[in-house]
C-alpha cells in the first residue's frame, strides 16, 4: 500500500499520489484515532495522537495532492491578485512559501512569484543612531537591509520588474545607492524599472552604457525636487537626460 511510504516519512515535501484504497484506509485511521482521543486522560499521549491526526489529514489533504504544475499556477494566481500593490504582492510570494516544506518548493520552483521587487527607503532603512554635532546638525547613522535582494532576484529566473523609491526621510537621501547597488548586479535581467528619487539618487544607473540593459521594456521616473536646491541639485543633473544618458535608449517606452 503506497500510503505506508507517507505514514513514514517525517516530512513530505513532493506531491502524494493516493488510490481510493489508500484514501479509505486513511479515513478509517483519522476516525479510529479521533475516538480513542476521547477516552486519554494523559495530556502527552493526547498530544502525540493529535499529531498523528493531523499527519494524516495533511496526507488526505486534496491540495497535498496536486501536481506541482497546477500549485504554481494557483500561486501566480493569487499574487497577480494584488495587482499593482507589489508590497503585498511580495509578501504574498513570502506567505506561499512559508507554509509548509512542500509549498516552500513549489514557491521556489515558480520564478514569476518573484519577479517584482519594491523597494523603499522608509521600509529597508532605520536610524540606529543620532549624533548631533550642533543645534541645527544632526549625523545619523542609518541601518539598511538589502541584503536579502540578491537572493530574492535569483528566484525570478528571468526578466524581473524594478520599483525603487528613494523619497522618504531627508536622513535616508544618502542610502540611495545602497539600494540600487545590489539591483545593479543583475541589470541584465530588468524588464521594467520604476524609479522615485532626488535627481542624484540613481546617478549610477544613469552612467551605464546602453547595453547594460537588454531587456528592458519600459521607464518610469518620478523625480523630487526641492525648489531652494533646484539649481545646485537638477541643473547639472538634467543634462544627463535624455540625450546624454543612453542606458535608456532601448526601452519601448519611456
Known amino acids: 500500500m503506497a500510503v505506508t511510504r507517507y505514514l513514514a516519512q517525517p516530512r513530505i515535501e513532493d506531491p502524494i499520489w493516493l488510490e481510493p484504497s489508500d484514501v479509505s484506509f486513511l479515513r478509517t485511521r483519522i476516525s479510529e484515532a479521533e475516538a480513542k482521543l476521547q477516552s486519554i486522560d494523559d495530556e502527552i499521549s493526547k498530544s ?26 494557483i500561486f501566480e494566481f493569487v499574487c497577480a491578485h494584488w495587482g499593482f500593490d507589489f508590497i503585498k504582492t511580495m509578501r504574498c510570494a513570502l506567505v506561499l512559501a512559508a507554509v509548509c516544506a512542500a ?31 550642533d543645534e541645527d546638525d544632526f549625523e545619523p547613522e542609518v541601518a539598511v537591509d538589502v541584503d536579502w535582494v540578491p537572493e530574492w532576484i535569483t528566484r525570478s529566473q528571468g526578466p524581473l520588474d524594478v520599483i525603487l523609491d528613494c523619497f522618504t526621510a531627508k536622513e535616508y537621501d544618502f542610502a540611495a545607492g545602497l539600494l540600487l547597488d545590489p539591483i545593479l548586479q543583475f541589470c ?34 518620478t523625480l523630487a525636487i526641492d525648489d531652494e536646491d533646484f539649481d545646485d541639485e537638477f541643473g547639472g543633473w538634467l543634462t544627463l537626460l535624455p540625450r546624454r544618458s543612453e542606458v535608456f535608449l532601448g526601452a519601448l517606452k519611456l
Do not use: M
Open 103 to 133: 509549498r516552500r518548493k513549489v514557491a521556489l520552483a515558480t520564478p514569476r512569484i518573484w519577479s517584482t521587487i519594491s523597494l523603499r527607503n522608509d521600509e529597508v532603512c532605520r536610524v540606529v543612531n543620532k549624533e548631533q554635532k
Open 48 to 73: 502525540a495522537k493529535l499529531v498523528e491526526i493531523a499527519s494524516l489529514r495533511n496526507i488526505l489533504s486534496l491540495v497535498r495532492r496536486a501536481p506541482p504544475e497546477i500549485l504554481s499556477e
Open 188 to 221: 541584465h535581467r530588468i524588464r521594467s524599472l520604476d524609479l522615485t528619487g532626488l535627481p542624484p539618487s540613481f546617478l549610477d544607473l544613469y552612467s551605464l552604457p546602453s547595453s547594460s540593459l537588454p531587456l528592458l521594456e519600459k521607464v518610469s521616473l
